[in-house]
Every structure is written in C-alpha cells, then in structure tokens.
C-alpha cells in the first residue's frame, strides 16, 4: 500500500521554525517540500563535433511518488538555452550519439506493440530531419555505432532452446503446482534491488549476455560471440573491423570472484583471448591509430582473499598492444600515482590517455602520457565533476558539476579545462530564492596524527549550535565538495553538520584507503571523532548537544560509536549493520566479510574479528536515544540488522524507534519514502537535540 503524500501544512507544522536568516531578507529557508522542487542532471553525451551535448534531466513527480528522466539537447557553446528531446510522461535515459552525430539513440520503455524478440527499448531521433522517434529493426540493446556509420553492436541474452520439460506422475504434478515458495542450491539466490534470482550458474535459467551486430539501418541481427557468459564493455576499433571487450569465463563458479579478462572478436566472429592472469580488466579503449588498447587492471579478489593479503588491490591504467601480449609487454600507466583511475579515454593524437579521479574531496579530468610522464590535473576548483564525456573530435569536453551549494548541472569546455561556459540552470530559481550555507573545508589531525579532510556547515546565527556528525557510506566511498540536501535542511533547522572522509574513504591513497581491513570501527571512529574534537575547540558549538548519523557504512559506524563513546545526544542509524555474524549469511556480498575480515564466522581468525567488531556486541551500557531506518527488502544489509541494535536498547531502556519501508531496498528509495525518512530524521534530532516536543 502507497502511503499518502505527505501534505504542505502537515509537513511544516512537523518540522521545527527554522532558524532567522541574518542577513539573507530576500531568502527564504529551504523546506523538506523543497526535495521535490529538485532537478538533477546526468548521462551528458557531447557530440562528435562537440556543437551540441545531449544530458538528462531528471525530476520528482510527487504526486505519482516517481522519479522522471528527459533527454534534452544543449548548444555545446552555451549560446542558446536547451531544449527538451524527449516527452516528459515517459522516461528517457541513456543518449548516445552515432558516430556521424546524424542519430541520437536512447533508451525508453515505449509501448510499440508486441515486442519482438530483435527489438529492444531503444529509440532513435534523426538530427537531420527532426520529428518523432522511431526505432531500428533488429537492435536488440544499447547501441554501439560502428566508426564507419556501417553497423550497430550491441548485447544482448543469447537464450539457448529450452529443456524438455520432466515427466511426472500425477501426484508429483499436483504437489509441484500447488507449491508457492522459492527452493534453492546455489549460493548467490538473491540481490539487493533485483530480488530472487535465477540459478547463475544454468545458462538456460541465466542467459547469457552476447554480442551482436545490426546494419545501422537495420534488419537481421547477427550473433558474434559464442562465451557463454556475459560480454561487457565492447568497444568498436577504429577501422571498424574487430571490437574489444571484457568477459568472465568464470562467471558461473560460484566460488571465484569477477576476474574478466580483454577479449578481441572480429566481424566474422574470430574471438582471441588476450588475458588470463587472474586479474580483473575493464573500460577497454582504442588508440587513435588501433594498434593498442587502454583498460583498467586490478589483482581479482579471489587471489586477494586466497593470499590472505591484508589489503585491497590497487586499480591502474594499463596499455597493451592490440594483438595481444605477443606484440610488447603490458604496462603500467599510474604505477607510481596513488589514486584510483576511472574509465579512460584518447587523446586525438594518441600520445595521452584522459580518465576522471577522486582527489580528496573533489572529483577532476585528469591524464598521463603514453610514454610514462607524470599524471596531471586538467580540470580545477573545489567541486565535484561527474558524467566526462570527450568529443571525437578531440577538442572538446562535457561533464556536470556541482558544489556545496550548487546542485549538479551541466558544463562543457576545451580538452584542456579552459572556456568553460555552463549549459543547464535547471536548479538556478531554487538556488536564488532559498538560503543555501556554504560548507567550511576543513583537515586536521587524527587521534595518531594522520590528516583527515572534512567539512563543517554551520547555520545562521549565533551560536553556541547543536552538532550532527555525518558519516558517509561504503567504507570506501568518500563526502566532498557536493550539494547536500540533508545537511543544508539541517542547518535550515539550526545544526551544525560535520561531514568527513576517515580512514577507508577513496580520494586519499591506498595506504589510506585500505587501512580499515581487519578492524572497521577502529582507526575509521578515531578520524570521525577526531573531527568532533576538532571543531569543539574551534567553532561555537554545544558540546552538550551532539548528534551522530549515517547510512550502510554510515550506519554501521553509528552503532559502533554509540556503544564505545557516550557523549552523543542522539543518533540515526540507516540501514547500519549490528552483527557481522548473521550479516555473512543472509546479505547479497559474503565477499566484503571474506575479504575486510579475512574469512568466514567458521574460522577461527576471522570469526573472532567479525564478533569483536560487531556493535552489537559492545551495546552493554549504550545511552544514547536512537532511531533506525530500514528498507524492508534490503539484502545489502538486511532488515534484521536494525532489529538486533533497535533490541538491544529497547531491553535497556534506551529511547529508540523503528521505522520500516516496504518495498525498499538498501539503494531503492522512492521520493515519498525519502521525504518520509528526512522528515522522521529532524523529527528525531529535534527532539533530543533542541529538546522539542515529540
């Protein structure tokens, strides 16, 4: 059941006054209804000229409680507003741009009809002749345009014929027809966000993703790999005769983590195997002249966890010659940087490789050369880049940005970073009638002097003001220079929040990165309390009204510290894992326990480590008053781990509160739900921490 909207006067009156704007007479306070007024901006596809950007701009339809995308079209200069490509009542994501920059392809759930086994929702808008979108016979996944316009590749499930189906006797019909539940024997039977799944390691129960190709103009596909396992990252060369591409041959060994390895397939279906060395590859590309291949590499981890190493592996940009290794050696790239490199593009001349990369707290265009020289910046500012897109030209680049009060929009510039001119301003009319606080960078020094990055946002007015640190996910994710709805709605509400990137957070190296292995709750509680510390000496704040809070990681890390420190007033714990024991067993990814713990509760190493770093186990004497969220059909961390902690300070009688969202996986909130689950935040924080009435 739907839960109804929650209304304009309901949801203010819920809410406490916001704190005096001094200073901002023009500006009003930012509201929970403000989350609907939200505009975010994704997928920008620059085209091959780089004259026009294709982005998505996707929106809340409150009243139907569901997220809308429209693909919209951008003058690459700037020199004229956007417009709108797709109808707004259907979703549309995905653009992609033929080579020729004559079709625009997008992904769209349009009712056509019966659907066909050969057509996919993949729709098509000529750019020479503009009218309604129409779709290509045969393409049957998301398009990958040839370089000489001639043929469209694409994957797709390659269904072998079914099995004949078993004889049975009457009975035994009768028993299987009137049984409604779920039997398994493979290990991996369900997923967060996708449920139940079939048997991955039946090819007919789990088809197999495989390639194709299609004339651009259409008609029969044609089938080109026989793998048996899913084709990934196919990449087209540039005389347009072979594609490149990832794939696991591993895939249904339940008992081996992703390993994919480079594979060569030419258009007559010859496929060669360029790797086999245990290693995980991804995000292939072509040199300008095909002769060598770019990809990302890291040690797969099941040879991390078969060498009980104790630590993750690092990602590198690696090249190879195309024929494979009998044409040169593989080399390493950013050996010698520290960071995590992402998908990786060509430079036009073939002497630079392009990728984007966390640096701290912002997220840039970086590239290396070919021949080894150093890896340098090319984009610049404390902001967070997202959606890196180069023209074929080579000239020219589109991306979104965003920063502490700016929500995401989109950009385009020269290769080099210069001429920036902004495309979208989606957001601008909310962002110059509501007060937006600017967040405070700031590092300091952990409990053992390592240097930790935060950020604080402190809310108008005077203080001394209550503080809420925040806790991001992951571990290994990382807070940066980014718009915040959350943080900028509680210091609507007159909180400080503290934001940082402790120990396990990427952006900072891998001696930082990985230095959570073997002890989540230790070093990583250090850097965030340290920021607590930290701020208490330096910035009005009531140290007698502190709050703590976070998601999945973020979670987990908020039980771990309500149970070993007692300063805190109040905490909100979202989808937090309390037990490492059960957790092994009935989440979707035994492999983070297998691997950051190293090993299963059974043995004995790694089942003393999962116990002692289990918050749960240290909740005996716990005081502080908590609330719990959690999505009843999340299988990252299940819903028992909320009713473990949300018991263990019940039967002490510590103030907590439950709340449950059907329907909702760890990563699956609808609008309504994640309004809901703001609103019961403030509500908590309000209560104890400004002594509101419940």
Do not use: C
Request: net charge neutral; hydrophobic share 35%; charged share 20%.
């Amino acid at each position: 059941m739907k839960p109804a909207p929650i209304g304009r006067v309901v949801l203010l009156a819920a809410l406490a006054t916001p704190v005096s704007l001094i200073g901002q007479p023009s500006r009003r306070s930012l509201t929970l209804e403000d989350y609907y007024r939200l505009a975010t901006v994704t997928g920008p596809a620059i085209s091959p000229d780089g004259r026009h950007v294709t982005l998505v701009r996707n929106v809340i339809d409150e009243a139907a409680n569901q997220r809308r995308s429209e693909i919209w079209l951008a003058a690459g200069d700037g020199s004229a507003a956007p417009t709108r490509m797709t109808i707004p009542s259907i979703n549309a994501t995905n653009p992609v741009w033929s080579r020729d920059g004559k079709l625009l392809a997008f992904t769209s759930q349009r009712s056509v009809g019966q659907p066909t086994t050969d057509t996919a929702p993949i729709w098509f808008l000529s750019l020479e002749r503009p009218g309604e979108a129409f779709q290509i016979p045969g393409v049957g996944g998301a398009p990958i345009f040839s370089p000489d316009n001639r043929w469209i590749a694409f994957t797709r499930a390659a269904r072998p014929p079914p099995r004949a189906p078993q004889a049975l006797s009457e009975p035994e019909r009768k028993i299987r027809e009137r049984f409604t539940g779920r039997a398994h024997e493979w290990i991996q039977y369900r997923f967060d966000g996708r449920g139940y799944l079939p048997d991955p390691t039946d090819s007919i129960a789990d088809p197999p993703e495989e390639l194709y190709i299609v004339a651009r103009d259409g008609g029969a596909p044609r089938r080109l790999t026989t793998l048996g396992v899913d084709v990934q990252d196919p990449v087209w060369n540039p005389s347009s005769t072979a594609l490149a591409l990832t794939a696991n041959t591993h895939q249904r060994d339940e008992y081996t983590y992703e390993r994919a390895d480079l594979w060569l397939v030419s258009l007559d279906g010859t496929t060669s195997r360029l790797t086999d060395d245990g290693y995980h590859h991804s995000s292939p590309a072509w040199s300008p002249d095909g002769k060598t291949l770019v990809f990302l590499r890291r040690k797969g981890l099941t040879l991390v966890i078969g060498a009980k190493e104790s630590r993750g592996a690092p990602v590198d940009l690696y090249v190879m010659p195309a024929g494979g290794g009998g044409g040169g050696p593989m080399r390493n790239l950013t050996a010698e940087w520290d960071l995590i490199p992402e998908q990786p593009s060509w430079s036009g001349d073939g002497r630079f490789v392009y990728f984007m990369a966390e640096e701290g707290g912002d997220r840039h265009l970086f590239r290396t050369g070919v021949t080894g020289a150093t890896v340098e910046r090319i984009t610049k500012g404390p902001r967070r880049l997202g959606g890196l897109t180069i023209a074929a030209a080579g000239d020219r680049i589109a991306y979104t940005a965003t920063d502490p009060t700016h929500p995401a929009e989109a950009y385009a510039a020269r290769l080099d970073g210069s001429g920036e001119v902004k495309l979208t301003s989606f957001n601008d009319s909310l962002v110059a009638a509501v007060d937006l606080v600017p967040a405070a960078r700031l590092r300091y020094s952990s409990k053992d002097g390592t240097e930790i990055e935060g950020w604080l946002i402190q809310p108008r007015g005077s203080g001394p003001h209550p503080l809420i640190l925040s806790i991001h996910g992951g571990p290994h994710g990382a807070y940066g220079n980014e718009f915040s709805f959350p943080f900028q709605l509680l210091a609507m509400q007159g909180y400080a929040v503290l934001y940082t990137n402790p120990r396990g957070s990427t952006g900072y190296g891998e001696q930082f990165l990985w230095a959570t292995w073997g002890g989540w709750g230790i070093l990583d509680a250090e850097d965030v309390l340290g920021g607590v510390d930290y701020v208490l000496t330096r910035f009005p704040i009531d140290r007698n009204r502190l709050g703590v809070s976070g998601y999945s990681y973020g979670g987990f890390l908020t039980n771990w510290v309500i149970t070993h420190d007692r300063r805190f007033t109040a905490a909100v714990s979202g989808a937090g894992i309390s037990n490492w024991v059960s957790d092994y067993a009935t989440a979707d990814i035994p492999r983070t326990k297998e691997s950051e713990f190293f090993g299963p509760p059974w043995e004995e190493r790694s089942g003393e480590l999962l116990m002692k770093q289990s918050p749960v186990m240290h909740a005996k004497g716990v005081t502080t008053p908590t609330l719990f969220l959690h999505g009843e059909a999340d299988y990252r961390v299940p819903l028992e781990q909320a009713e473990q902690m949300y018991l263990a300070l019940r039967k002490q009688r510590v103030p907590a509160r439950l709340v449950r969202y059907p329907n909702t996986s760890h990563g699956g909130w609808t609008p309504w739900n994640m309004v809901h689950r703001y609103h019961e935040e403030v509500r908590w924080f309000g209560r104890y921490l400004r002594r509101e009435v419940p």
